[in-house]
């Protein structure tokens, strides 16, 4: 598939508290769930030490707030449609709920803005599960080797039935492939210009499965189909961080 990058300038601690104060989930109100962040950062040029100091600290303060956790970081090796020309790192977080994002955003606000100085953000998002329960951030391309696609796209107007249709027979059918290790749905319930977005996250077993059935989708009418219906916002290949 082919998306493309954009990029969201956060300069500001105005911008970036607003961002937040943005989240709200309508669909997800009678039931409290918890809430994923996902933050995609390419470090900005010279500043790649400075990136990993910072993100160091932030995470280590991240920890030590109540309702959050765990906390995973990848690194990209690829992106659509063309490769990042800056390493791009990609920071994944679960909160207890909305109220815990609103309440741990006031205290770790200064220490990231610090963070944010070594960075631009290709993405930043606030996202629920959808609907498999099985889902599980720690074991999430955990091991050696393992493929973490993330994707978030843009809904057409008026596609929605068919983009929602078109979704589950998509995903249903990557599910069925060999070496893919499962596949998650999510709705974005915070962030800038976030209407009609959405994102999954799939794991594959190794790269070089990742790149057969990369082969194979694209040429199958299912995701003809499936694009069709939105417009692509970005998509990261990635590893975990050794830790």
């Not at 493309?4 to 997800?28: A, D, E, G, M, Q």
């Not at 220490?111 to 953000?121: A, E, I, N, P």
């Not at 599960?129 to 099985?134: H, N, Q, S, Y």
Request: net charge positive; charged share 25%; with cysteine.
């Amino acid at each position: 598939m082919i998306f493309k990058n954009t990029h969201f300038p956060f300069r500001s601690v105005l911008t970036l508290c607003l961002f937040i104060s943005s989240l709200s989930s309508p669909v997800f109100a009678q039931k409290p769930k918890p809430v994923y962040e996902i933050a995609v950062r390419m470090v900005k040029k010279g500043k790649k030490e400075d990136f990993a100091h910072q993100r160091t600290g932030f995470i280590k303060l991240l920890k030590k707030q109540a309702g959050i956790g765990p906390i995973r970081e990848f690194q990209s090796f690829d992106a659509l449609p063309n490769p990042d020309k800056r390493p791009v790192f990609i920071g994944i977080t679960k909160y207890a709920n909305l109220e815990t994002v609103s309440n741990v955003s006031k205290k770790i606000m200064p220490r990231l803005m610090q963070f944010t100085q070594t960075m631009d953000l290709k993405a930043y998002v606030f996202a629920m599960l959808i609907e498999d329960k099985r889902f599980n951030l720690k074991k999430l391309a955990a091991k050696k080797g393992q493929v973490l696609e993330i994707a978030i796209r843009r809904i057409k107007k008026g596609q929605n039935k068919a983009f929602q249709e078109t979704r589950k027979a998509y995903l249903n059918y990557l599910r069925k492939q060999k070496g893919v290790l499962g596949s998650w749905e999510f709705a974005v319930v915070g962030g800038r210009n976030r209407e009609r977005l959405t994102v999954d996250l799939s794991v594959y077993k190794n790269k070089k499965i990742w790149t057969q059935i990369a082969k194979r989708t694209q040429a199958s009418p299912l995701a003809t189909q499936y694009l069709s219906t939105f417009d692509p916002v970005m998509v990261q290949y990635a590893t975990k961080v050794q830790e």
